[in-house]
């Protein structure tokens, strides 16, 4: 069997909230799950004798989990999708889908859980946001079961994760995230441009910021009417690659505290000489016209819609976005290209944060399923080496690893 690549535990997605009905539909009134974290094995079901890591999981009798999912309107769910179809095949498992609106999920998501109303499986959760939901005990500690979850305890031992793991600790010293963790640090966004303008104005494509910043300057001149570089996400993805070349942290993967290796201390990332380098550089951006300042506060679709009319010639971007920017711009206008940048290097070379445990969306898992007699086959399902589902801008794949 081939050693794993990428274990994406669980659903990846950007947002967060669901209208779903309830809980596993074998839930129990008698918990099964020891407060020290183990699993009374006297009533469970389903779930597969002596599972090992890198064994394909398959439930001994019929697991069904209810689950809630982002639905993106540009590629809405359908009951159809064959996805369905083969986990219920090769996995016994079903799902009881309640499907939230892109733009609804966020708020539902909390209403949802402060309601009472958590399903069993709870997507789109960024490192950090599962905080807010500790205190009403609504959440599961996964970390009081990483015995029963032999895969991602192999991985997070094997590729050296504990600590990055252990980061996530709430106050009460346990994890309630279950984060994408990968074997390597990679990453799917940087910047998309206008290739066919950048040839025409003789512009190499950039692989330092340096030569970003002279890329615009010379867009500006040569299209005096037109801000080259207006960003999408509200501008909070693209901060992610740029802020480690000045050696700090923004964006989605912002965080407050930053170890100050000399002094031995952590510190309060917004005030320190890093941070304000990196804040001055995208500053000095939007003044010189570099930059469109709407980039923080516009949505996407009117990011996008610059870039495809020609109001801007430089955009964040990522792998799936990418593939839709480049047909939307040559559905419009046949004769224009796209491409993708490198991450522009810093004055130190190329800085990769450490993201192999990723800081963009897990999942959270009920606490009620401590009560279901199919605890232990839900644990075994989605933390499985063989066939791993995760949720990843309201799609959902399947990977086969054998």
């Keep these: 069997m081939k050693s794993w690549k990428n274990l994406l535990v669980g659903a990846a997605v950007i947002g967060a909230s669901v209208m779903l009905v309830g809980c596993s539909s074998n839930s129990k009134s008698t918990s099964d799950a020891k407060k020290d974290g183990s699993i009374n094995m006297s009533s469970q079901k389903g779930y597969m004798k002596d599972f090992k890591a890198d064994e394909t999981f398959k439930a001994t009798s019929a697991l069904n989990l209810s689950i809630m999912y982002r639905d993106s309107p540009n590629y809405p769910v359908k009951n159809s999708w064959m996805l369905w179809s083969e986990l219920e095949k090769n996995q016994n498992v079903t799902f009881k889908r309640t499907d939230i609106p892109l733009s609804d999920y966020p708020q539902k998501r909390s209403t949802l859980i402060a309601a009472g109303q958590t399903p069993d499986i709870v997507t789109a959760v960024a490192p950090g946001e599962e905080t807010q939901f500790v205190a009403g005990g609504q959440i599961l500690p996964i970390s009081d079961y990483l015995k029963y979850m032999p895969n991602l305890s192999a991985r997070l031992k094997e590729w050296k994760l504990t600590d990055l793991f252990n980061s996530h600790k709430q106050k009460d010293g346990k994890v309630y995230i279950l984060p994408q963790i990968g074997e390597v640090p990679t990453y799917d966004y940087t910047f998309a441009y206008r290739s066919d303008i950048f040839d025409k104005a003789g512009i190499k494509a950039p692989t330092t910021l340096a030569e970003f910043t002279k890329a615009l300057e010379t867009l500006k001149e040569k299209y005096p009417s037109v801000t080259p570089y207006s960003d999408r996400w509200q501008f909070n993805a693209i901060p992610n690659i740029v802020a480690p070349q000045f050696n700090t942290s923004a964006g989605w993967g912002y965080s407050n505290a930053t170890y100050n290796k000399g002094d031995n201390k952590f510190v309060f990332t917004?005030?320190?000489?890093?941070?304000?380098?990196?804040?001055?550089?995208?500053?000095?951006?939007?003044?010189?016209?570099?930059?469109?300042?709407?980039?923080?506060?516009?949505?996407?679709?009117?990011?996008?819609?610059?870039?495809?009319?020609?109001?801007?010639?430089?955009?964040?971007?990522?792998?799936?976005?990418?593939?839709?920017?480049?047909?939307?711009?040559?559905?419009?206008?046949?004769?224009?290209?796209?491409?993708?940048?490198?991450?522009?290097?810093?004055e130190d070379g190329l800085m990769v944060q450490d993201n192999r445990i990723a800081a963009v969306a897990g999942m959270m898992l009920s606490s009620k399923l401590k009560d279901s007699d199919h605890f232990l086959a839900t644990l075994q399902f989605i933390e499985c080496s063989s066939f791993l589902f995760f949720q990843y801008q309201s799609r959902f794949c399947l990977l086969d690893t054998r």
Excluded: C, R, W
């Design 270 to 346: 917004g005030t320190t000489p890093e941070y304000k380098k990196f804040v001055s550089y995208y500053s000095n951006l939007v003044q010189n016209g570099l930059m469109d300042k709407e980039s923080l506060t516009q949505t996407d679709d009117k990011a996008t819609a610059k870039f495809i009319n020609g109001q801007s010639f430089v955009i964040g971007t990522n792998g799936s976005e990418y593939t839709t920017l480049q047909k939307n711009l040559q559905a419009k206008h046949p004769d224009e290209k796209v491409a993708m940048m490198t991450v522009p290097a810093g």
